[in-house]
């Protein structure tokens, strides 16, 4: 019997197996271990994938990737808004979620009168002969005048040359092809380029031109396609039908997040046996106090994705993990060392050939894929070769990198990775020499120059050596590991290891709102890292002429006191009560993971309940 790990990143997902004994990556249908979560529309079929991912260029709108960003978020959330901002996706606003909506690459042109265009062919579609003026490309017209109402960001403007109009084209995005039918004219850009945002009853979906019609996709039905791929690649391996199997997601997921997550899951198929946070998983992997329990000592893991990164400081403690800090930054990721590394090829192009690639949206895109691709080959040789077909106004582009010069150039960010793993040891009170052992993960890691600096700012800490476990698999890995143990508990021992019974803790810390000298402020009432099942009480004295008790309740990160930045869960009013009562209330952490909190009046007998869902993270012991 199999049991499946499943870890859903940003940018890619991997799939790992236990069964016989043993855990490793399941390879996809295209033999990688990785898959990248992008999901691409046509007029014919959905892509998952590699394939969605190369062509990304020639159909921008109608690709959706980082879907993960807005699982379980309101379209109104700035992180949808940042999302939205730099997506070339359309995003609608539909019941309070994100969609996205795809107008299939193209812009609508309505002529505003009778012209002659010469047509031409080009590659079985006509277009129009495409004139230069200053280094302009324009469209050659012989008679008549044309207007152009544009139904998109794409601006046109209507020239005159020699007597004669011409359009000329304020951003070149790529080779504009023109169908021409009924008197109008349909353009379609083949570019990436950014799409106007709408609102739509408040939920963001995706609505993409597929099988010829508009439809909408939200973001659950967008990560369910991703992860029925997975499900594909472990029916494949396990045999047909429901797929049993843990996810990882980020320790700083809502239960909102959480629950996107796992209907997207369960909607593909898989039978979902728990949700884990990825340190939880991380550590796993390597079986860290899993096989010694009288074991005590510090862990940090650190993961290095796409687009963000996280330190967290756990106690390893008779074989149980308990999170001491967490610490996520949204603005960081391995993305901005390709980003270093694109910049570095367009310099070099413009030196050969005296022109910037990155003024073109397609080129700039195009250099992009490239440089992730010589990203990743320097993870693992010293050299990588940049080969760019057409690049920039038909020149073809070939430049050597080497990983020396890449690694130099990216030392100027590196100290955004140290900053954050001693924000985490500073938040957890633990001074980086007490630290033990310390695991990296996520795609961004396997960078030689990411280990060596982690290894440096903690030269007293053992490293998790990454030659057993590749960095982009072992959340993964450890997630099929707590697969085996819950599958185990049916009778089916997969995994040895004793008293792998299972327990958990809170990521984020309960509080509540307090009037303080300086203002409302927050109070903790149930510290980040506190099991579950547990028990608090607070109490609170009505002031003079008092008659109504409202409290209210946030989820903090650790060390986080701040009002802003807290995530406000419920509210509670009791109305008409005697001056001077005193509120007792209590706050029960069950063992499903709801908070339940009851506040009771103790003279008048009255009291008020609510049950919340809360984040939690799996330990064992």
Do not use: W
Request: with cysteine.
């Amino acid at each position: 019997m199999a049991a499946f790990g499943v870890h859903f990143g940003t940018c890619s997902a991997c799939l790992a197996v236990y069964k016989d004994g043993k855990t490793d990556v399941v390879a996809n249908d295209l033999g990688d271990r990785v898959t990248p979560c992008v999901v691409a529309f046509t007029e014919h079929e959905a892509t998952v994938g590699a394939a969605a991912k190369q062509g990304i260029i020639r159909n921008a709108p109608n690709t959706v990737s980082h879907v993960k960003r807005l699982l379980g978020r309101a379209f109104n959330d700035p992180v949808s808004q940042d999302y939205i901002a730099s997506s070339p996706v359309k995003v609608l606003n539909q019941d309070g979620e994100p969609v996205f909506e795809v107008e299939c690459g193209c812009v609508l042109l309505v002529i505003i009168d009778l012209f002659v265009c010469q047509v031409l062919n080009q590659d079985g579609e006509p277009v129009f002969e495409v004139l230069n003026q200053d280094g302009e490309p324009v469209f050659e017209v012989e008679c008549g005048c044309v207007l152009l109402v544009i139904i998109d960001l794409f601006v046109c403007q209507v020239l005159n040359q020699d007597g004669e109009p011409v359009f000329e084209v304020l951003n070149q995005d790529g080779e504009p092809v023109f169908e021409v039918e009924c008197g109008c004219v349909l353009l379609v850009i083949i570019d990436l380029f950014v799409c106007q945002v709408l609102n739509q009853d408040g939920e963001p979906v995706f609505e993409v031109e597929y099988k010829e019609k508009k439809q909408k996709f939200s973001p659950v039905k967008i990560a369910e396609m991703i992860y029925r791929k997975m499900l594909e690649t472990a029916q494949s391996h396990g045999g047909s039908g429901i797929q049993d199997a843990v996810l990882a997601v980020p320790s700083d997921f809502t239960a909102e997040q959480r629950n996107a997550v796992s209907d997207a899951a369960v909607k593909a198929g898989f039978n979902v046996l728990r949700v884990i946070s990825e340190c939880s998983a991380a550590a796993l992997a390597y079986d860290l106090g899993q096989l010694e329990h009288h074991e005590e000592y510090k862990l940090l893991v650190y993961r290095l994705g796409g687009t963000s990164h996280d330190a967290t400081v756990l106690q390893v403690q008779n074989g149980m993990y308990r999170v001491m800090a967490s610490c996520t930054d949204h603005s960081f990721g391995a993305d901005r060392f390709t980003e270093i590394l694109q910049k570095h090829l367009a310099a070099e192009f413009q030196r050969m050939y005296r022109c910037n690639p990155l003024e073109n949206k397609r080129s700039a895109a195009k250099l992009l894929l490239n440089a992730e691709r010589c990203k990743h080959t320097l993870s693992n040789l010293s050299n990588a070769e940049c080969a760019a077909d057409s690049l920039y106004d038909g020149i073809d582009f070939h430049c050597a990198v080497s990983r020396a010069r890449f690694e130099n150039q990216c030392t100027g960010v590196l100290s955004q990775c140290t900053q954050l793993i001693q924000q985490a040891l500073t938040e957890a009170g633990c001074p980086k020499e007490d630290v033990k052992k310390v695991v990296v993960c996520g795609g961004g890691a396997k960078m030689p120059l990411v280990q060596r600096t982690i290894s440096s700012f903690l030269s007293s800490s053992e490293m998790m050596s990454s030659n057993s476990i590749s960095e982009d698999e072992v959340i993964a890995t450890g997630a099929a590991k707590e697969a085996a143990i819950l599958v185990g508990k049916d009778g089916n021992q997969l995994l040895e290891v004793e008293k792998n019974s299972s327990v958990r803790c809170t990521t984020k810390a309960i509080c509540i709102k307090v009037k303080g000298s300086s203002g409302d402020q927050l109070e903790v009432v149930l510290p980040a890292g506190s099991l579950i099942p547990s028990r608090q009480q607070h109490a609170a004295t009505l002031a003079d002429g008092q008659t109504s008790f409202v409290m209210e309740v946030f989820e903090s990160a650790a060390g986080d006191s701040s009002l802003s930045a807290a995530q406000k869960l419920a509210k509670i009013v009791m109305r008409d009560l005697s001056p001077e009562s005193t509120i007792k209330s209590h706050f029960h952490l069950k063992r499903e993971g709801d908070l339940h909190i009851t506040c009771h009046d103790a003279e008048s007998g009255r009291q008020e309940s609510i049950s919340i869902p809360v984040a939690d993270v799996p330990n064992h012991s």
